[in-house]
T-cell receptor
Framework: AQSVTQLGSHVSVSEGALVLLRCNYS??????LFWYVQYPNQGLQLLLK??????LVKGINGFEAEFKKSETSFHLTKPSAHMSDAAEYFCAVGGRPGGTSYGKLTFGQGTILTVHP | GAGVSQSPSNKVTEKGKDVELRCDPI?????LYWYRQSLGQGLEFLIY????????KSGLPSDRFSAERTGGSVSTLTIQRTQQEDSAVYLC?????????????FGQGTRLTVV
């Protein structure tokens, strides 16, 4: 079975500082990986996704994530935080064809990012 | 429609009553997902449809929960004899299918409050 662990339910950074949100996955085969963002009182929207092309994936709003198979990680980063980045971020894993989790998205518990002036 | 539409947006119900939550996916999306988001609990997978069939119902919390999808489009999540622990935001998402195009588009959710 596939699973996702997000380390840190809350992360707080200063405006302009590096943002690092951690995600580790467990899957029997290399999965598809996603980061979603949920702004206050809004629905979830896709930030970026990894589907086995480049291991460094760039998304919207200056975010990027790197797939590291050896570490089973897909951490989300942004070089310089902006106040508007304050939101809850979810890492998700999707199963590949042939796997028991094919077609199913499994989400982590979420990390709330706070950006202070 | 342009996006995933869920109704109602808010629902307050008395304990023991049945409720139906509706999801209209993006036209042409064959996969449809239901998740539950509780405070501090993240997103809990409930059920997934591919077309009208549900390959994975493993997330339904109890036999009080059921879901169906008709015509490969609209889905209804039904909760019978609601309990206070059912209070949560119920999210629906749809996607073109599985594989690399598995990006899921989410609706705004239905906030269910059981009193």
């Amino acid at each position: 079975a596939q699973s996702v662990t997000q380390l840190g339910s809350h992360v707080s950074v200063s405006e302009g500082a590096l943002v690092l949100l951690r995600c580790n996955y467990s899957s029997s085969v290399p999965p598809y990986l996603f980061w979603y963002v949920q702004y206050p009182n809004q629905g979830l929207q896709l930030l970026l996704k990894y589907t086995s092309a480049a291991t460094l994936v760039k998304g919207i709003n200056g975010f990027e994530a790197e797939f590291k198979k050896s570490e089973t990680s897909f951490h989300l980063t942004k070089p310089s935080a902006h106040m508007s980045d304050a939101a809850e971020y979810f890492c998700a894993v999707g199963g590949r064809p042939g796997g028991t989790s094919y077609g199913k998205l499994t989400f982590g518990q979420g990390t709330i990012l706070t950006v202070h002036p | 429609g342009a996006g995933v539409s869920q109704s109602p947006s808010n629902k307050v119900t008395e304990k023991g009553k049945d409720v139906e939550l509706r999801c209209d996916p993006i036209s042409g999306h064959t996969a449809l997902y239901w998740y539950r988001q509780s405070l501090g609990q993240g997103l809990e997978f409930l059920i997934y449809f591919q077309g009208n069939s549900a390959p994975d119902k493993s997330g339904l919390p109890s036999d009080r929960f059921s879901a169906e999808r008709t015509g490969g489009s609209v889905s209804t999540l039904t909760i019978q004899r609601t309990q206070q622990e059912d209070s949560a935001v119920y999210l629906c998402a749809s996607s073109l299918g599985t594989g690399p195009n598995t990006e899921a588009f989410f609706g705004q959710g239905t906030r269910l409050t059981v009193v």
